[in-house]
């Protein structure tokens, strides 16, 4: 099993991409991300028990999950499973997110005119704190103000079996022939050259804003030590092995649980497996669960039927999924303005 924890805009999307000729990934899904298929939502699964987690992480039926979220305030890490990630120098970082997420400029503006309406964004109540140390958040959890969470992702950044830096990637990305990747040649997406070098210069962009650009790196500190602590590791673990610390596998048995997520999850394995009795068994112990009065079942009897349905047809999840995100994401850009 592959574990990626996806920092946006550090080629996550072109990774996943990869993926898929390489592994089995949980379908539905959204860009790698579990999708649940009664309700359209990402899976939390980082929120659920350690037991619960390692159960999900130790399937057959799928190969890589991805997390696009952060690893919550109690993170393990599992045997049995190679977690990933990729880096990106946070400045650059922030600047990509900017243009995909709010500004949208054209690939041909000059920089110089990007990096103005950079500096003005930045400028605005809505962007002076806009995704503050998000590498940070990422690794860890949300809390702006918690002094620990600069120890945590470093100690967490240790336990990864790979972490990747953006601006090597095309090269680094090869380790993982060593996992039995067949197809090791990076698709980059959305770039004129592996890296995006001119596309997300941001220093050179807020050139002419320096005020502008000495707050940002104030504001991002946090992010820039664990970046370099990251460049740091990789460099290290060139000539020394990883101590990685795991919890030890357990048995495939299915702990008790009042998680409506993972009953569910649970009976859409059964399911793949072919296992119908075990799979209207569990479904059945959900619907008992207060959770399940909140799906709208649609005109199905119940919501086994309405599982059963959604898990022969998971693309009318990821459909579903992909509506909700579009008005999520517009209803943020609508909060930024």
């Known amino acids: 099993m592959l574990y990626f924890l996806h920092i946006s805009k550090c080629a996550g999307s072109s990774f996943v991409t990869l993926a898929r000729k390489?592994?089995?990934?949980?379908?539905?899904?959204a860009n790698g991300n579990p999708i649940n298929l009664v309700t359209g939502e990402r899976l939390a699964y980082w929120k659920w028990a350690p037991e619960e987690q390692q159960y999900f992480l130790s399937s057959d039926a799928w190969q890589l999950v991805a997390n696009e979220n952060q690893l919550g305030r109690?993170?393990?890490f599992f045997d049995r499973v190679t977690y990933v990630t990729i880096l990106r120098e946070p400045i650059d970082r922030l600047f990509s997110q900017w243009q995909f997420a709010v500004e949208k400029p054209?690939?041909?503006?000059?920089?110089?005119e990007r990096g103005r309406k950079f500096a003005r964004f930045l400028q605005t109540e809505s962007g002076r704190n806009w995704k503050k140390n998000y590498l940070l958040a990422t690794l860890t959890y949300q809390g702006q103000r918690d002094p620990q969470r600069l120890t945590v992702a470093k100690q967490r950044l240790e336990q990864f079996d790979h972490v990747f830096l953006m601006d090597t990637l095309a090269d680094d990305i090869r380790v993982l022939a060593g996992h039995g990747w067949t197809?090791?040649?990076?698709?980059?997406?959305?770039t004129a050259a592996p890296g995006e070098a001119s596309w997300s210069a941001a220093r050179a962009a807020l050139g002419g804003h320096p005020d502008v650009l000495e707050r940002l790196l104030e504001t991002h500190a946090e992010d820039i030590e664990l970046y370099a602590?990251?460049?740091a590791l990789v460099e290290r673990r060139k000539t020394e092995r990883p101590r990685l610390e795991r919890r030890p596998a357990a048995s495939r048995e299915i702990p008790d649980s009042d998680n409506f997520e993972f009953v569910v999850i649970c009976a859409y394995e059964a399911y793949l497996n072919g296992d119908e009795a075990g799979c209207r068994e569990l479904l059945k112990a959900a619907e008992r669960l207060p959770e399940a009065a909140k799906v709208n079942i649609r005109k199905n009897p119940n919501l086994t039927e309405?599982?059963?349905r959604r898990f022969g047809a998971p693309e009318r999840a990821e459909k579903e999924h992909r509506k909700m995100a579009r008005e999520k994401?517009?209803?943020?850009?609508?909060a930024l303005a």
């Open 106 to 112: 054209g690939k041909h503006e000059p920089l110089e």
């Open 329 to 334: 994401k517009a209803a943020r850009i609508a």
């Open 306 to 308: 309405f599982a059963l």
């Open 229 to 231: 602590y990251a460049r």
């Open 74 to 76: 109690s993170a393990e």
């Open 183 to 190: 197809d090791v040649d990076l698709p980059w997406r959305n």
């Open 22 to 29: 390489n592994l089995r990934l949980f379908i539905p899904n």
